[in-house]
């Protein structure tokens, strides 16, 4: 299963991006049972998360709260990351991520770039 993610772009900083991610394939039951989330990778360094969905219980990473939101909507089976108040150091490929029962999935990766 590949998951579709879109949304990325050049923004300014102190703008708003929304990503999204669809996950075909994967039935609305085991979408709704599993937890899915986005991780971000910048230039040479390391896939980190940035947030995580898990049933109504969302997490984050301490450089994004308060600024971005992750949101899923259960009768589209799309994964949401609504970012706010962008930095420079946010500019990474975001990828979003499935982890079900069948199996974990991730998307091909959507390029975040934010000018200062």
């Known amino acids: 299963v590949q998951l579709q993610a879109s949304g990325g772009g050049l923004v300014q900083a102190g703008g708003s991006l929304t990503l999204s991610c669809s996950f075909p394939?994967?039935?609305?039951?085991?979408?709704?049972?599993?937890?899915a989330a986005w991780y971000r990778q910048g230039p040479g360094e390391q896939r980190d998360l940035v947030a995580r969905?898990?049933?109504?219980?969302?997490d984050y990473a301490e450089s994004v709260k308060g600024r971005f939101t992750i949101s899923r909507d259960s009768s589209r089976k799309r994964l949401y990351l609504r970012m706010n108040s962008l930095k420079p150091e946010d500019t990474a490929v975001y990828f979003c991520?499935?982890?079900?029962?069948?199996?974990?999935?991730w998307g091909q990766g959507t390029q975040v770039t934010v000018s200062s």
């Open positions: 991520n499935g982890n079900f029962a069948s199996g974990t999935y």
């Open positions: 969905i898990s049933g109504r219980a969302t």
């Open positions: 394939g994967v039935i609305t039951s085991v979408f709704n049972s599993g937890d």
